[in-house]
């Protein structure tokens, strides 16, 4: 499976106080009109709200955000025990999944998630 990409995998350097380190090959927030309706793509972000309604049989609503915007993912409960310990313990994450609109409103359905926490430390960096 290919992941959308609007160019070639690339770490950004902080250079300037409105860049971050960001993953390879995520796309920002205020990109996610981009790509088609179900393309495979990457996002990353810090963890700003994690949902787990009790009428929703296990899904998991995160909100992740990055320097552009927020963006809404959705965790299935299969996606969810399998990536378990990012989900409730990641401060920053990288999901990679398919792109979902309905209307207005974009979603992005998990189908990895891996914790990036570890990058926070290099915001610090100069």
Wanted: aromatic content about 6%.
């Amino acid at each position: 499976m290919r992941v959308y990409s609007p160019a070639p995998g690339f770490l950004t350097p902080v250079t300037s106080p409105y860049q971050w380190p960001r993953p390879p090959s995520c796309l920002t927030a205020d990109r996610l009109h981009e790509p088609p309706q179900n393309a495979r793509i990457a996002v990353a972000g810090l963890v700003i709200l994690r949902q787990r309604p009790g009428t929703a049989k296990g899904v998991i609503f995160l909100t992740l955000e990055d320097e552009t915007g927020v963006v809404n993912v959705i965790v299935w409960r299969k996606m969810y025990e399998k990536f378990r310990r990012a989900v409730i313990a990641g401060r920053m994450l990288r999901v990679t999944g398919r792109i979902q609109r309905a209307h207005e409103v974009v979603h992005v359905i998990a189908e990895e998630i891996e914790d990036i926490s570890s990058m926070l430390d290099m915001l610090l960096e100069r």
